[in-house]
């Protein structure tokens, strides 16, 4: 998947490259692996590749990862070695995810993530901020009706 735009319009850049699968993966049913733009999109020694999860053109995936069902990398990521991303995480082109990283389910990855991180959320957060930020959500609803009842007690009422 790779076009730039000439005049107005989307014109195709062809992808010239290969995949190279090292020993002992597995690739589930509906999965797609996108050829490198000129060279190789690779994949790990050891890495388990679930149903319909989708890797962009010249990603490196590293060895011995796990990538749940739904999974989206985009184009020219790298992973380290020993990631496990979680059902339906989503991870935007260019990035570097390090070594023994987990990902949790449903997340979007909108920058890097160093090695040793557990992130989750959307956009993905280092788990404990993650927890916080959940933890307050169940709050707001009583927080809005002490603002309230702060602002009729001094007068600013809307």
């Known amino acids: 998947f790779g076009y730039r735009t000439q005049q ?4 195709k850049v062809p992808q010239l ?15 797609t692996i996108d050829r490198g733009t000129f060279g190789a999109t690779r994949i790990g020694q050891g890495t388990k590749i ?7 053109h ?4 590293g060895r011995h990862n796990l990538l749940c069902s739904q999974v989206g990398i985009a184009g020219s990521c790298t992973t380290g070695d020993y990631v496990v991303m979680a059902g339906q995480v989503g991870v935007a082109d260019h990035l ?13 990855v909108p920058r890097d993530v160093p090695s040793g991180s557990q992130v989750l959320g959307s956009p993905a957060l280092p788990r404990q901020e993650t927890a916080r930020i959940v933890a307050s959500l169940e709050k707001l609803p009583e927080l ?3 603002v309230a009842r702060i602002k009729k007690a001094l007068g600013w009422e809307d």
């Open 50 to 56: 679930d149903n319909l999860v989708m890797i962009g």
């Open 96 to 108: 570097t995810i390090g070594d023994h990283v987990v990902i949790g389910a449903k997340s979007g």
């Open 8 to 11: 107005g319009k989307h014109v």
């Open 144 to 146: 809005r009706k002490d």
């Open 58 to 61: 010249n990603c490196r995936i």
């Open 17 to 31: 490259g290969w995949v190279e699968i090292e020993d002992d993966v597995e690739i589930g049913a509906g999965s």
